[in-house]
């Protein structure tokens, strides 16, 4: 990891997986399986992929059950209090249809309805991720979704890990199905004699995951594609260079490929935070992959000044951004494009990716610029309401005939014309 | 156009051009020459497609000025007009930045936060789009963007369309470029000499234009995919046939792959809309296009009854939908997937298309079920903010590290752990 001067050539390093055209073939090949032979590929591709040959795919009420029983009351407690704190800040999110109406009778509004239904990808393997569907199944539930499909991959055995079940029904999800990869995506945009097909599909997956969401797109809609997760701390000589040091390794420990950088205008401190990281990274049971991803996409710039520093974090446009200094809060403003902004030496990223409230769903490779942390709106849509009264098509009708034939368009001059005439018209055709 | 006995398997009929594989190729050469080449390859490309050779890309003081001797007062009027009814309606959708404070400290928040510059494509050729301008243009105005680009396609003669500058001045817009194609939006993507790169491109265009946006996706962002444009009426015995008809061929004229539906469980107006609809066709300039879109997208469905009717409307999840029925708001509530819902007999599709106030660039192709209309949120992100104080990092810090050791993530437990360590390192660096 080098102490770089910040310049503004100087970057985040990324590399987004974007999958090779033997993997883009084989995700198409599966999903044009699964429209095709629906339950039946499933079955197949379940028992080739995962291992497991399963008489249904769908988890039985006798499964919740039986996986409570290998859960234990503190972890059910800190599900329970994740859930509620991450629902309880998404309700803030929440938004109102509205109206407004004038004299003439016109009014106008934009309705907001949620989606009908939304699935969710759960990855399978021996880590259990509780927080993925806590994050991706909370937002739509606030959002009014009625119909909440979750999908992971079985183990060999044929079973889920028993927190992720526990996690599912805590939050009331009934409909489970044991499939993962490229398949279970087809049969959620697609829909299976087994499972209807949804509206949206989310959720975090390997490549052939990503791809196949890239290519249902439009048939439904998807999140965001991710890239590896990456935090920029910035941070002035007030900071423990402990604190910015295990903050870059919690970041570093997820994937060689993911990034960690320090923007600061103090060198004693950055000379200090890059030996601490390679003192601490030391004991981590992740050790060979926080090593790589500190060697490869690590980084430590110094600037002139709070200044410059700034201007490298919004050139940045990191995910995750921590601001370690003396008045964080008065940087805020001058903040502009982050994904989420942990603020104070207190807020180290875990916070955030668990328990607090905000998404842990967040925008990466530099989409900050543009992108939002996934949210409450993610699960709705707006239509527009356009009411005219006789009185405000007569008021206004001459005026847009004119300017649909100023843009060549005369069956739409026609159209509003229609309205113009006689009264006697009203109640008979011409 | 036949009229149908509708059925769940019936659909509205569409064609999305995708691009040949030799457009995408041509495409990913303009982007790769704009991207090397820059102010060179648009002059170059500028001559090669619009026939226009210049000496400077963008558009002058003077030349604005000069348009307004072309445009006469009564249109400058009905644009000002419009301008001030879309920017009164995109103002109620701005959002204010929130947080929320708890008394052991904690405050979480989310930030709404303007993206920094936006790029709107106008379409070139004969006729004149001051609507495009108008809507893609102003809802980022209201969301606070600080730079927009504009870009269109110049004629032979080295101009643009007086009515698009006009508009364009009108809105304050300053910065805009007589370049087209997918070399412009290669150029706002990536930036050249002249024109610095922006963060979202909006705005219609050929297939090639909306292949560079494709492909340009993720270095910036887009708005969406467009379909053809196409209306679904909903009616009833009391609605008036030729107000229907006259409002199908308005979309009808857009485009030979337009489509206009009627969907009413009435069998006699489906039979006197039919014929108001061949009636009306006889006398339109562009009788040819929208004879094509009729015979070959057009469509009337007749359902059992009006709950069947709206089960079709939300099967179709029309880009616009116009409610001509005895009492059309009481059916607000069931009408789940509609871009833009058009309430009674007076609220013909134009009446939006230009000047009410809500955006005409709505979802196409059934993305009804998950996609909004343009509007300000579009030209905004959030940052979620989250800042935990020494005591809730104390109360909460134990909790998170179990769920964190729960993902298998040691070193996100200990970051959260290194904030309970001894009082006495607060100044010190272990």
């Not at 923007?263 to 401190?269: F, G, I, M, N, S």
């Not at 390679?278 to 110094?302: C, F, H, M, N, W």
């Not at 805020?332 to 607090?356: K, Q, T």
């Not at 229609?418 to 006697?424: A, D, G, N, S």
Request: negative net charge; charged residues 25%.
């Amino acid at each position: 990891m080098n102490i770089t001067e910040y310049s503004k050539d100087v970057s985040i390093k990324r590399t987004v997986d974007q999958g090779t055209s033997e993997q883009r073939k084989a995700v198409e090949g599966i999903i044009s399986r699964v429209r095709r032979e629906k339950d039946t590929a499933l079955a197949e591709l379940t028992e080739q992929f995962d291992g497991a040959r399963l008489d249904t795919l769908k988890v039985s009420q006798s499964e919740m059950d039986a996986a409570y029983k290998n859960v234990d009351d503190e972890t059910l407690a800190i599900l329970r209090e994740a859930k509620e704190n991450i629902t309880r800040f998404h309700g803030r999110q929440q938004r109102q249809s509205w109206m407004t109406t004038e004299e003439d009778g016109t009014i106008l509004g934009q309705k907001i309805t949620p989606l009908d239904a939304v699935g969710v990808y759960v990855p399978g393997g021996r880590a259990s991720y509780p927080s993925t569907i806590l994050m991706n199944v909370l937002p739509a539930q606030v959002a009014g979704v009625e119909r909440i499909v979750m999908v992971s991959p079985p183990q060999a055995d044929g079973t889920l890990n028993d927190v992720v079940l526990v996690t599912a029904c805590e939050l009331g999800v009934k409909e489970i199905y044991k499939v993962g990869g490229a398949q279970a995506v087809a049969a959620l945009a697609y829909g299976t004699e087994t499972i209807a097909p949804v509206d949206k599909i989310v959720g975090p997956g390997n490549i052939y995951v990503a791809l196949a969401k890239q290519l249902v797109y439009g048939t439904v809609d998807i999140d965001m594609f991710a890239g590896p997760s990456e935090i920029v701390v910035l941070a002035d000589s007030t900071a423990r260079p402990d604190y910015i040091a295990a903050d870059m390794l919690s970041q570093a420990e997820h994937d060689p490929m993911a990034s960690a950088v320090l923007v600061t205008p103090d060198l004693t401190l950055a000379e200090q935070v890059a030996k601490e990281v390679y003192e601490q990274l030391e004991t981590l049971p992740k050790k060979d992959i926080a090593e790589a991803s500190i060697r490869d996409y690590g980084a430590i710039y110094v600037t002139r000044d709070m200044n410059e520093a700034l201007d490298a974090v919004n050139e940045l446009a990191p995910e995750h951004l921590e601001v370690q200094t003396e008045s964080p809060f008065e940087l805020l403003g001058a903040i502009r494009h982050a994904g989420a902004i942990f603020v104070g030496e207190n807020s180290s990223e875990p916070v955030g990716d668990y328990f607090a409230g905000p998404n842990h769903v967040l925008p990466t490779n530099g989409t900050a610029r543009f992108s939002s942390p996934l949210n409450v709106d993610d699960f709705t849509k707006k239509s527009s309401i356009l009411f005219y009264s006789k009185t405000s098509a007569q008021r206004h009708g001459a005026k847009i005939a004119a300017f649909a034939r100023l843009e060549g368009l005369e069956a739409h001059a026609r159209a509003v014309e229609k309205r113009l005439e006689e009264k006697e018209h009203d109640n008979e055709n011409e």
